[in-house]
């Protein structure tokens, strides 16, 4: 293929991703779906405008790996100590019920599969795309009402970052085992290796750019080295730990989330991502969607999917609050305020495709957990709390256990 055809195909995609991200705002849905919808349009499965290349492939490689940097980089570490145990215990619960649901769902649809193989694989990761929360939709909802900084809010974003990092561990984990057979020690011992290593070098990174940032604050060399930092930590994961590249690319945003700066660093990133590598990363995931293949089975287990997705965050977040000693209101409000799925779900059944464990017609379910449960999120906390409109109190300085 000539060279100069990607830049017709970059255009397309460009063009179409942005259109259709504006109608998706302007519709009250993320700006995400419009983008993937996009992608399944001018894909092969519709308008055939253009082709999933080794070039797209690679440059939304490069756009989730800035994505999950920019996660990262956004990380309170403050956040998460003062919320404590309790936002720990809560995203625990937050990962383990929709994984197990998740697993189960996948072989109810499909049969039993015995451990170590492709299917039992498959299974897993049904319930490891399930694990993931993002709560930008649960945010806005809350700040509207004025109660994001409330005990409830802070706790939902805190159990949704803790919630992540588990989730990117597990991913990691699974991954593993699907590359090296059913040998778990050495897949968490390698997973183990790698975030004690993270912290060593992590450590001098953080005293290293914290000096640049005093000696050379806000300049531009700061955010490109930053870019540097997660590139290589992306190859180190993925080289020598055999762990996925976005479980580095999001620890190096996590090294550099208490720098002075970081939100310099994020405003440069999200410029890239922004302008052109999320826009393709977003479309590819809808280029990569075979809908020739849905069939009744898909749309039957698409909308179990969606229901057991919603169901398992609100059972797993909400029992646990409830034995954190919440109210029964207050931990409804968790389980449903974590139950919103959006970039990470996405880029988690990304890595799924590319390594075997997911096939590109299950893409349309996941498109759909992250449509019912965008919309459905704010509309259910917002009754919540009209039904229970009282004065939240301050977030305590230290949390029992």
Known sequence: ????????????????????????????????????????????????????STFLSQMAEIGVILLMFSAGLET????????????????????????????????????PAGVGTQEFYSALFVGVILTATSVSITVQALREMGKLKGYVGTTILSAAIIDDIIGIIVLTVVMGLKDGGTDVGMVVGKTALFFVFSI??????????????????????????????????????????????ITGAYVAGIILCNVRDSEYIAEKMDIN????????????????????????????????????????????????????????????????????????????????????LLSPVYFTAVILLIIFSSILTPIILKLLYSKTDTQEGPIPSKQAA
Not at 80 to 104: D, E, N, R, S, Y
Request: hydrophobic content about 55%; proline content about 3%; some cysteine.
């Open 1 to 52: 293929m000539e060279s100069y055809l990607v830049f017709k195909d970059l255009a397309i995609i460009v063009v179409f991703a942005k259109v259709f991200g504006i109608l998706a705002r302007k519709l009250k849905a993320p700006q995400v779906v419009g983008e993937i919808i996009a992608g399944l349009l001018i894909g092969p499965s519709v308008l055939g405008l253009v082709n999933q």
């Open 76 to 111: 309170n570490l403050h956040d998460l100590i003062k919320t404590g145990l309790k936002a720990t215990l809560i995203a625990c619960a937050g990962v383990f019920v929709p994984l197990v649901g998740g697993f189960f769902l996948y072989r109810g649809f499909y049969g």
């Open 273 to 356: 991502s922004y302008m052109l590598f999320g826009p393709i990363f977003f479309a590819s995931i809808g280029l990569k969607t075979d809908i020739s293949e849905v069939n009744m089975s898909i749309i039957w287990f698409s909308l179990a999917f969606v229901a057991v997705g919603l169901l398992c965050k609100i059972v797993g977040c909400g029992l646990m609050a409830k034995l954190c000693r919440f109210t029964w209101a207050d931990s409804l409000k968790i389980g449903v305020g974590m139950m919103t799925r959006g970039e990470v779900a996405l880029i988690t059944s990304q890595k799924g495709l590319s390594v075997g």
């Open 200 to 245: 060593g070098v992590g450590f001098i990174i953080y005293q290293i750019f914290k000096a640049m940032d005093a000696r050379y604050p806000h300049t531009r060399r700061i955010p490109i080295m930053g870019l540097a930092l997660c590139l290589a930590m992306s190859f180190v994961a993925e080289k020598y730990f055999g762990i996925a590249d």
